[in-house]
């Protein structure tokens, strides 16, 4: 690996491994989304971006020369906008190695339960408010699964195609001005309009659940380490 390149780490939510990406600077630290606290894009020690695990490279057919890719990379540094859906740590990467802003590992994100590996009661701590019981927790995780799952099965696609037929309105709004049919252009803008507000109100749910994964992310590095301090008291006190 080397400066400009494209990396990811793999990480866990809920017992779902998935690749977390950054920009390698080449001089020991990364750029990415540290979902520290407030998410924000960050350069961090390689050691802090790796958590342990073995680092990747991200081969890609076309690419900026490195020089352009870490140069892209800085302009975002403070960047607070994570989301899920629309702006994750791969779309990051992916902006600032060829200019895509996508994320491949999106498509293949849906969850199933039987995939899941639940918490255990230990594994809790830090995570819920003391007076919730392990049962109402794990109610709660399920409950936040499950809306992972709408939105990628269902919310996804309706928002797209919600988005599609915004600009086909639109397109026949301006084809029926210039054939000088004012009355369908007034149609079709409505349209347009009605299609808009109903990709406003799906987006506002794909936000909620994106904060919602984000929260459980959070939790749950906060709750490892916790664990981790715990594990070593009890190692110098045993």
Known sequence: MARGDQVYAIREVMGIPYEHHG?????????????????????????????????????????FIPEVVVKRAKTRLGEKDYNLFFNNCEHFANWCK????????????????????????????GLMASDVSP??????????????????????????????????????????????????????LHKKVEASQQAEQIKHQLDEVSALQLKIEQDQAIAQKRLSQQDFSQQDYG
């Open 23 to 63: 920009i390698d600077l080449g001089d020991g630290t990364v750029i990415h989304y540290r979902k520290v606290g407030e998410a924000e894009v960050s350069r961090t020690s390689f050691a802090s971006f790796a958590r342990g695990g073995p680092v990747y490279p991200v081969p890609q057919s076309t690419a």
């Open 135 to 188: 049962a109402a927790a794990f109610a709660l995780f399920l409950q936040a699964l499950g809306n992972l799952n709408v939105a990628l099965q269902s919310l996804l696609p309706q928002y797209a195609e919600l988005q599609k037929e915004m600009t086909d309105w639109q397109q026949l709004a301006q084809a029926a001005l210039a054939r000088g049919r004012e009355d369908l252009a007034r149609a079709a």
């Open 98 to 125: 060829t200019g895509r802003n996508e994320s491949r590992q999106l498509s293949g994100f849906g969850l199933r339960l039987d995939q899941v590996r639940l918490p255990q009661v230990g594994d809790l701590a």
